[in-house]
């Protein structure tokens, strides 16, 4: 919360640091809806577009200028899960803070999607994502527990390292229509499909200014040496490293069980003896 907060929510309400969210989760929004008097290129059928996103903040402490109000620094934010611009898809973010903040419902409306504070308690941070027209006409509702302290409290804090909590999600727009397709079939923050063979999209709509382009593009960042990564690449090593020790307690279990079993074949063998 901020300085204008007159109790102190910092003790009270801290839950564990959980870490990034599993790659697989998935939001799947609403499938246009035939009825919309929207007009734009036909749907595609069995297609779907999907958006990797990542949503969290990063905070600092204040250290020696740190005091009872403002103890860090803070920012949450939107972005792709690469650090790609999410303007072609989010048309503004909407971030509902603390009551205690003034003008609490804060609207972003261009990317990069992020805002910055001070304050010292922790709260759950909604956020809603409104999208362009041609994309989806329903927005996304996500939740973020703003986290201000370490998981280890009880060690030391450093205005160097901060604390950083990311969750990934991935976007999924079924039954897209062909202008929506057309227009984002190049840009890297999406995932597009293949089409079946003889769909025949129409041109590319050009970028009426690529500066606009660049501006969300959060690749050179000044935190992004703190954001984590949610790549492929390191999630299947992570699958696989989990798979070997799922088997090898498999295999240790296998043993205890037949020394078990040999240990009571003994005890009947010596019974029948007697």
Same mark, same amino acid.
């Given at each position: 919360m901020n300085n204008?907060?007159?109790?102190? #929510?910092?003790?009270?309400?801290?839950?564990?640091?959980?870490?990034?969210?599993?790659?697989?989760?998935? @939001?799947?929004?609403g499938k246009p809806e035939d009825s919309e008097k929207k007009i734009f290129h036909?749907?595609?059928? /069995?297609?779907?577009?999907?958006?990797?996103?990542?949503?969290?903040?990063? #905070?600092?402490?204040?250290?020696?200028? *740190?005091?009872?109000?403002?103890?860090?620094?803070?920012?949450?934010? %939107?972005?792709? *899960?690469?650090n790609e611009d999410l303007g072609v898809v989010i048309k503004r973010a909407v971030f509902q803070l603390h009551s205690s903040f003034n003008n609490p419902t804060r609207v972003i409306e261009s990317p990069p999607f992020e805002l910055s504070e001070c304050g010292w308690g922790e709260f759950e941070?909604?956020?809603?994502?409104?999208?362009?027209?041609?994309?989806?006409?329903?927005p996304l509702n996500l939740f973020?527990?703003?986290?201000?302290? &370490?998981?280890?409290? $009880?060690?030391?804090? $450093?205005?160097?390292?901060? %604390?950083v909590v990311e969750s990934y999600?991935?976007?999924?727009?079924?039954? &897209?229509?062909?202008?929506?397709? *057309?227009?984002?079939?190049?840009?890297?923050?999406?995932?597009?499909?293949?089409?079946?063979a003889g769909s025949v999209l129409p041109p590319p709509v050009p970028v009426e200014?690529?500066?606009?382009?660049?501006?969300? /593009? @959060?690749? /050179?960042h000044p935190m992004s040496q703190w954001f984590?990564?949610?790549?492929? *690449?390191?999630?299947?090593l992570q699958l696989a490293a989990a798979r070997q020790q799922v088997q090898a307690h498999i295999a240790k279990f296998r043993r205890e069980i037949s020394l078990l079993d040999g240990q009571?074949?003994?005890?009947v063998n010596s019974v029948s003896d007697q």
């Open positions: 204008s907060s007159s109790s102190k #929510s910092h003790g009270l309400d801290q839950p564990e640091l959980s870490g990034p969210t599993p790659k697989s989760l998935r @939001t799947k929004m036909k749907k595609l059928k /069995d297609v779907e577009i999907s958006v990797p996103i990542v949503y969290g903040n990063i #905070s600092f402490w204040l250290g020696k200028k *740190a005091n009872e109000y403002q103890s860090h620094k803070w920012t949450v934010y %939107v972005r792709g *899960a690469t941070i909604a956020i809603t994502l409104f999208f362009h027209s041609d994309v989806c006409d329903k973020h527990h703003l986290k201000l302290y &370490p998981e280890d409290e $009880s060690g030391p804090m $450093s205005t160097k390292k901060p %604390v999600d991935e976007i999924v727009f079924p039954e &897209p229509s062909e202008a929506f397709l *057309a227009r984002v079939q190049n840009q890297p923050a999406l995932i597009v499909p293949r089409l079946p200014d690529p500066s606009k382009r660049k501006r969300g /593009d @959060t690749k /050179d984590m990564n949610f790549s492929e *690449a390191d999630e299947l009571q074949q003994q005890q």
